[in-house]
């Protein structure tokens, strides 16, 4: 792996038929940091992201995530990363130290390792007097964390978050991000998409996908500067205005 | 006469052993030709409020009514005038967006031609792809959809249940300007959302919170009773400052806000010599400090806190 770089791509297409979803996008990702991919609905974000997991095959182009090639290593891949959305994280009908062991065998840890994860992961998160509750009766925000905590159980490299905080309330939203914060300081990349913009602006750099291309990549003081606006909310606005699809 | 009439609604649900209350008495009404917001997170009963006031939930206890109509008693009429969007996408799959259309103007006995009108904007959108499954649509596109099949009967009070959840910013602008031209129509609507920003769009809100209303008011009233001054701080090390005002005895809350945090204290007088105060202990650069007004999700946390 190139020193520091825990994802690069370059020139990275998927094509299904006539129609191109993502279009020769280009950009790397650094240890450590927390990268915003953002794009309105359709723009092709789950669809890179597909790729970048190793999930799905690239037309074109190349790109390596945590030091491994999305062509040849994917199995690689799906082991050095971890990996939560909105839609599905846990399964409800398990409880909370079913979970996590599940996961955490999943992800190829011994039993000694599980217990050792297990106990710390409810102390950070306080929720050992839930471990033997179905995660269906937890709070969404509990969920949430709990199933953000499972995802870097192994300490991947990166973790890849397709919209984490949607639905969740705006105390429980902040704590996540607390946990991010957390995650990134001990060196674990963070890759989240968010449709909420002052979120946008917790992160180290955003890029911007419109119509299946990379319109903009900064910082977010610096996006915001360029756009000669005041909050990132703007900025996507004035991006995704430009929009030909019609969005997914 | 108020359009939506809420009194003390209790619905609580058994989960094995565990009861849970979805509604803990909950009491608000809607005025005629009102767009009324129902701002809270998942989980907050919301989904329950909406199946109640359709028809499809039974309450445990309270009275509802729409449109002058018992929820209980008066089932039927309800729903005839009623549209209702929920939060999961409820169309036929395997029937195309057309077939879609058609199905649901006709069980209400009308047509597309006769109501075509008041679903134009928003079917105009779709109406390339009539030919396809409903199944086969992209999420904005279903959105498009369920809205149009809502509306298609010419419904006078409309229920739309987290219709902007998974939503870009973009099109969720785009859908509250199409909200706000129905309004013009004289048509009564009941929104819920769990994006805290969309509150300042409603002629009213509901703040909701594990089943209890917080506040119900116009969006400039739950603003001007905010209680605290707010402060709003910015430096280039944010984790370490907000760490920082987080821990000293003075401060009330902090929150990150997208490149500010919002801090409030235990007193309103000399705010700003205290946040000072904090960043002369720290190294911090760039350090500006502002007074603030609040917006609908400070005044919320606030609440959640009480």
Redesign the interface.
């Known amino acids: 792996m190139e020193a520091g770089k825990v994802i690069i791509a370059k020139d990275l297409t998927k094509k299904f038929g006539a129609f191109t979803a993502v279009d020769h996008i280009s950009f790397e990702v650094e240890k450590g940091e927390i990268f915003g991919f953002l794009?309105?609905?359709?723009a092709g974000k789950t669809t890179a992201m597909r790729m970048l997991c190793g999930l799905s095959l690239p037309t074109s182009g190349t790109a390596s995530v945590a030091g491994f090639d999305v062509y040849k290593e994917n199995e690689s891949i799906k082991k050095n990363i971890g990996y939560m959305s909105?839609k599905f994280s846990l399964y409800e009908d398990l409880t909370v130290n079913e979970n996590i062991s599940f996961y955490a065998g999943i992800y190829g840890l011994d039993d000694d390792q599980i217990r050792e994860k297990t106990s710390l992961l409810l102390a950070q998160l306080e929720l050992e007097g839930e471990r033997k509750s179905l995660v269906?009766?937890l709070?969404?925000?509990w969920k949430q964390k709990l199933a953000f905590s499972i995802a870097i159980v192994h300490d991947p490299a990166i973790v890849f978050l397709d919209?984490p905080t949607?639905?969740?309330?705006?105390?429980?939203r902040?704590e996540f991000?607390s946990m991010i914060?957390a995650a990134s300081?001990k060196g674990i990349t963070i890759f989240v998409t968010t449709?909420?913009?002052?979120e946008?602006?917790?992160c180290s750099r955003v890029s911007i996908m419109v119509d299946g291309r990379i319109d903009a990549l900064d910082s977010?003081?610096n996006l915001m500067k360029n756009f000669g606006v005041s909050?990132?909310?703007d900025v996507?606005?004035q991006l995704?205005?430009k929009?030909q699809r019609?969005?997914? | 006469m108020k359009t939506i009439v809420v009194e003390n609604i209790i619905k609580k649900y058994r989960a094995g052993k565990v009861e849970v209350e979805a509604l803990g008495g909950v009491s608000f009404a809607v005025d005629q030709g009102e767009i009324f917001g129902l701002i809270g997170p998942d989980g907050a009963g919301k989904t329950s409020l909406f199946r109640i006031l359709t028809t499809l939930l039974l309450a445990d206890s309270g009275f509802a009514s729409v449109d002058g109509f018992d929820v209980v008693k008066d089932y039927k009429k309800i729903r005839n005038r009623v549209g209702y969007m929920p939060g999961k996408f409820s169309l036929y799959p395997d029937l195309t967006v057309q077939e879609n259309l058609e199905f649901f103007a006709a069980i209400f006995h009308t047509t597309i031609k006769e109501n075509y009108e008041l679903v134009k904007e928003i079917y105009s959108q779709i109406e390339p792809f009539k030919d396809r499954r409903a199944g086969q649509l992209s999420g904005g596109m279903k959105q498009k959809l369920a809205l149009s099949c809502a509306l298609i009967h010419k419904p006078t009070v409309l229920f739309l249940d987290e219709p902007t959840t998974g939503v870009d910013a973009v099109s969720r602008k785009e859908f509250w300007e199409m909200l706000h031209r129905l309004k013009m129509q004289g048509i009564t609507i009941l929104v819920s959302t769990a994006y805290m920003d969309e509150a300042t769009l409603c002629d009213r809100v509901g703040l909701i919170q594990k089943g209890m209303l917080l506040s119900v008011n116009t969006p400039k009233d739950i603003i001007e009773e905010f209680q605290h001054s707010l402060w709003a701080i910015k430096a280039n090390e944010m984790y370490p400052l907000m760490e920082a005002i987080k821990s000293d005895p003075a401060v009330m809350s902090c929150y990150p806000f997208g490149q500010y945090h919002h801090v409030t204290f235990n007193h309103n007088e000399n705010n700003k010599e205290e946040l000072e105060r904090i960043v002369e202990n720290g190294n911090y650069t760039n350090v500006e400090i502002i007074p603030i007004t609040a917006n609908v999700e400070d005044c919320f946390m606030a609440l959640m806190k009480e």
Do not use: C, T
Not at chain 1, 39 to 42: E, H, I, R, S, W
Not at chain 1, 166 to 172: E, K, N, Q, S, T
Not at chain 1, 195 to 198: F, V
């Open positions: 794009g309105a609905n359709g909105q269906r009766s709070p969404l925000g919209e949607g639905g969740v309330d705006p105390i429980a902040r991000w914060y300081a449709h909420y913009m002052d946008a602006e917790y977010p003081k909050s990132m909310d996507f606005l995704a205005r929009a019609i969005g997914d």
